[in-house]
């Protein structure tokens, strides 16, 4: 990988009274209910990089996306709550553009005063961020790099994504690494280059298929993988046992088969789940071995044997990364998997990463402390793509 430039090296060259457009991921879940912010923490891990930009006396300039909007407005995923968030954290108003590169948007950043903040609306309220259309794309890269003098991106869940604003236009504008990017990148270059060994990586969630490529690029690399979540029961079947009614992927069964033949005994899998009548969180559980599913009930977590047996492992590790929760974590009755696993890699003496997603979110729901893991990535599917040894566009992007 080449050598980034980094917002130090931008911040020297001098940003006062100069505008510098942001591509910050501020894709925050939203209360469906009240609109309200669930968990800001993607907002608190930019503010590094918005806090020596304003203290430099630079016209700021964010923009970021929000859910999934089809390319038009949708009052559902505004960036307006974010922009509240933002000034509280700020500590000073941060000044919302009611559209994207319109008429709002350019008032907006046109009355941006030295030290200020602007945020634009959700950026893929307009189809040209995400179009695979290069001249789409490129066009609405046009306006948005008409906002800026030069561009900092601090947006790594994004950066795996070839979008107008983190692909065109640093290809507009001189561009840099934010903080979080540089950081995110050198944590995971570690585990790309060599490890301290034992290195155990430990993957949940719902999908093989999700994980499939990671799990192929990790297996000659890593000493032991930890293997939990809804994928566990394809796996589980590939063993040739009863898994109920709990999610299965059918047609990778036999994959799944393959790669414990060619793991080596580096593959763990549960011994023990916590099995349910139905997908609630009220529903009557139990705990039962995995030779002992009942066809008609589904499994929702990791047993206790299970959690003891992933943390002896860890408990030897040098180097951890965990990308994925162990069971249904957001229901009180299974969350106990997630949860010590949690807490065994924070006890291990390890350099330890948490891989963004559900894993980040699950940190926070549980109430852990964040301090006691080495590091906690702000993109899942970014991290995922960077450890299987992709060419992320935005990265790539920042290199040209």
């Not at 993607?42 to 304003?54: E, W």
């Not at 200020?116 to 309220?125: H, I, K, S, T, Y």
């Not at 990364?321 to 949690?342: L, Q, Y």
């Amino acid at each position: 990988m080449s050598a980034l430039r980094t917002l130090d090296d931008l911040l020297a060259e001098g940003v006062s009274g100069r505008r510098v457009l942001v591509r910050a991921d501020l894709n925050v879940p939203l209360d469906k209910q009240t609109g309200a912010i669930t968990d800001d923490g993607r907002i608190r891990a930019v503010l590094p990089t918005l806090g020596a930009l304003v203290e430099a006396g630079a016209k700021v300039v964010v923009c970021s996306h929000l859910g999934r909007p089809k390319g038009a407005p949708d009052p559902q995923f505004s960036l307006s709550p974010v922009a509240g968030r933002l000034g509280e954290l700020l500590g000073a108003p941060v000044h919302f553009a009611t559209d994207t590169v319109g008429e709002s948007a350019r008032s907006t950043v046109a009355d941006l005063a030295d030290g200020q903040v602007a945020l634009l609306e959700n950026l893929r309220f307009n189809a040209g961020e995400t179009s695979k259309d290069e001249a789409e794309r490129g066009a609405f890269a046009d306006q948005l790099a008409a906002f800026g003098d030069a561009y900092v991106d601090d947006a790594f869940g994004a950066v795996h994504r070839k979008h107008a604003s983190v692909f065109d236009v640093p290809a507009r504008l001189p561009h840099v690494a934010g903080r979080l990017v540089l950081r995110e990148v050198e944590v995971l270059s570690k585990l790309t280059g060599d490890p301290e060994r034992p290195y155990v990586v430990v993957l949940g969630g719902s999908k093989v298929s999700d994980k499939l490529a990671v799990i192929e690029a990790l297996l000659p690399t890593v000493d032991r993988l930890l293997i939990g979540g809804g994928m566990c029961f394809t796996f589980l079947k590939a063993q040739g046992l009863e898994v109920g009614t709990s999610l299965l992927e059918k047609d990778m069964v036999d994959t799944c088969r393959n790669l414990l033949e060619r793991a080596n005994g580096k593959i763990l899998l549960p011994v023990d789940v916590v099995v349910a009548d139905a997908f609630a969180p009220d529903a009557a559980h139990d705990t039962v071995r995995v030779d002992g599913i009942p066809s008609h009930r589904l499994g929702l977590d990791v047993g206790p044997e299970t959690v003891a047996g992933f943390s002896a492992a860890l408990s030897q590790a040098k180097t951890i990364f965990w990308n994925g929760p162990m069971g249904v974590f957001e229901m009180p009755a299974f969350a106990a998997g997630t949860r010590g696993i949690a807490e065994a890699i924070t006890k291990a003496d390890a350099f330890s990463v948490v891989g963004g997603g559900d894993s980040a979110a699950a940190v926070r729901a549980l109430g852990l402390d964040e301090s006691s893991f080495g590091h906690i990535s702000t993109g899942g599917g970014a991290s995922l793509e960077y450890l299987e040894g992709k060419t992320l566009p935005g990265i790539a992007a920042l290199e040209n």
